[in-house]
């Protein structure tokens, strides 16, 4: 049904009955009491009224449930789609102001469009374009940002920039501001969150809890971080001693909002909008993958872009900004026995309730928990260990993470994924133009070729065998030609060279020119050429053409017949035949 390729509740509500709802349900609650303060928390890390944070969370969730085709993704604000919010709606405007959280809007709704006709066009391959050791690098430099910026609301000073020099600069400029009290909760807070992510579930456990409900009890710490800071403040009076606090938040519906159409606003912020979605795409993805994997479900990668192109849209017109899916979150709903994206619908059902009759108890909710909840959520996406085993394997691949880590630091968020995208493009280019090929030689006493620098094998001086391990394209074209020149040249008694191109899975019109002039040069050097393991698609395009027709040796079905009959010509040519009456006598021409 066509219908429920786009619109995926259609397929998944079949089926739905009364055990999926109390697991979904059950999941939904877990969820709902973790997502309510990392929402505040995210929308001021983007600079947004902390209400934000809370309207991104309802409605996005139910479009996404319509047409996700996750069953345990959970979308919402996250950590870094918040940070690269706050450095693009600050190029146009000033945090907080009403022009910055239209800018907002504008970027939800630009990223919604681009993902829905990305997914239309099924173009989610374009989300290759970022490398894991690019995403990696971009997430661990953008943790570090996140991190440091949160430690002027941990301090209860002011300070500012994009950049981790700027901020480091002013954090040291304004510390002797220092306000004790903020201080004194913000330290104590993101101690305890940090103790309940890494030592609650193991005393629990020592108790006698089972590991699965442990879990989830510790992932439900930070509420208790809010509820006794609340606490705090109230009896001790520290507002009126300069901790800072979230204050009044509205008691309502998420509003309905119309994004600005202004063109000059719209094309600035469309690159931006851009890297938004493929970087949340990249991070939703591989995290619904991973859930998928273990339940052995599939999703449909051009399909979640629908579905969070929807979700983003529906930000837009309720007041929100740009979501994704979360790793943290989505884990917990996976983990809390979530069975269908029903109990995202049911998380926003809870958050709008929380919106509606809440809010009014986390009036004295210290900026100070919230930033720690930012510290203990973001330090866990720092990863130092892969830039090590990145640098083990591939010095390239290193090269283009390290960049991004760099440039995302010293620079800036939209410049660290420009130069990690630029620097892999670049390096592919690279690689591609200069393809792995081996000269080769047959493994005594088998039909088998290998790599005459790894193995003993048997070779002629007067047959050469180059193996091409890649597709041969416009990129690589000029670089065979000068290699089998070069061997041609380095093989004074050649008379036969064999191409074999069982890895060569197509060949274009600037390749097929360069292979057409290698013919032409080796004929007029008496050296004949010969294909083998041409792959049927491969072949199927060089009948097309002439070059079968110039080609002055043969095309053999596999590399040991090829040997073999090569090996009889090129003896028999030392005898008074020419070469001529030896392919007649055979039957070759």
């Known amino acids: ?210 590991a699965r409900p442990a879990d989830l009890v510790a992932k439900a710490g930070p509420i208790v971080a809010v509820a006794l800071s609340i606490l705090a403040v109230i009896a001790f009076d520290l507002e009126a001693k300069g901790v800072k606090v979230v204050g009044d938040i509205p008691q309502s519906l998420p509003p309905f909002t119309v994004p600005l159409f202004d063109a000059e606003l719209w094309q600035r912020l469309a690159v931006p909008a851009l890297l938004l979605s493929i970087i949340g795409f990249v991070e939703s993805v591989s995290v619904a993958q991973t859930l998928a994997a273990k339940k052995r479900q599939r999703i449909v990668p051009d399909q979640e872009l629908i579905g969070l192109g929807a979700a983003n849209v529906a930000a837009a017109f309720s007041g929100g900004y740009p979501v994704t899916g979360g790793f943290a979150r989505s884990v917990v709903n996976f983990d809390a026995g979530a069975e269908t994206p029903a109990a995202g619908a049911f998380t926003a059902v809870g958050i709008l309730l929380a919106a509606l009759f809440l809010t009014p108890l986390l009036a004295s909710l210290p900026i100070a928990t919230l930033a720690g909840t930012i510290i203990v959520a973001v330090l866990s996406l720092v990863d130092f260990k892969t830039p090590r085993a990145i640098w083990h394997y591939s010095k390239a691949d290193f090269a283009a993470m390290a960049a991004t880590i760099a440039v995302t630091l010293l620079i800036g968020v939209e410049p660290g994924v420009m130069a990690g995208v630029g620097l892999s493009l670049a390096l592919f280019l690279w690689r591609a133009s200069r393809p792995h090929a081996a000269i080769v030689g047959r493994v005594p006493e088998t039909e088998h070729f290998r790599n005459v620098k790894r193995h003993k094998v048997f070779t002629d001086p007067r047959i050469l065998t180059i193996r091409i391990d890649e597709s041969l394209t416009y990129l690589n074209a000029r670089w065979l030609e000068e290699f089998v020149l070069e061997e041609i040249a380095a093989h004074p008694k050649l008379k036969h060279l064999i191409l074999m191109a069982s890895a060569v899975n197509a060949i274009d019109a600037s390749a097929l020119e360069s292979i057409e002039a290698i013919n032409h040069r080796m004929a007029d050097a008496g050296v004949c050429l010969h294909l083998s393991e041409v792959k049927g698609p491969v072949m199927d395009a060089l009948e097309r053409a002439h070059f079968l027709h110039e080609l002055t040796g043969r095309v053999w079905l596999s590399q040991n017949e090829a040997f073999e009959a090569v090996l009889e010509i090129a003896n028999r040519e030392e005898e008074t035949q020419t070469p001529t009456d030896l392919w007649m006598a055979r039957g070759l021409i």
Do not use: C
């Not at 903020?182 to 330290?187: E, F, P, R, S």
């Open 1 to 210: 049904m066509k219908l429920a390729r786009y619109l995926t509740i259609l397929e998944w509500g079949r089926g739905y009955g009364g055990v999926t709802l109390t697991n979904d349900l059950v999941a939904a609650a877990i969820v709902t009491i973790m997502l309510i303060p990392q929402s505040l928390a995210y929308a001021m890390l983007a600079g947004l009224p902390p209400e934000i944070g809370l309207y991104a969370s309802i409605l996005p969730i139910i479009a996404y449930a319509l047409f996700g085709t996750s069953r345990a993704l959970a979308v919402g604000p996250v950590a870094v789609i918040s940070l690269m919010t706050l450095t693009a709606a600050s190029a146009v405007a000033a945090p907080g102001s009403a022009e910055f959280i239209a800018a907002t809007l504008v970027l939800a709704l630009l990223s919604g469009l681009i993902l829905i006709v990305m997914g239309v066009l099924r173009l989610g391959f374009l989300a290759n374009l970022l490398s894991h050791p690019v995403v990696s690098g971009f997430i661990t430099a953008s943790g570090i940002i996140i991190a440091t910026s949160q430690l002027k609301s941990l301090l209860g000073i002011k300070a500012s920039g994009e950049a981790l020099p700027e901020l480091v600069t002013t954090l040291i400029e304004n510390a002797k501001d220092t306000n004790p009290y903020t201080l004194a909760i913000g330290v104590i807070a993101t101690g305890f969150l940090f103790w309940v992510r890494k030592g609650l579930k193991p005393m629990l456990v020592g108790f006698g809890l089972a």
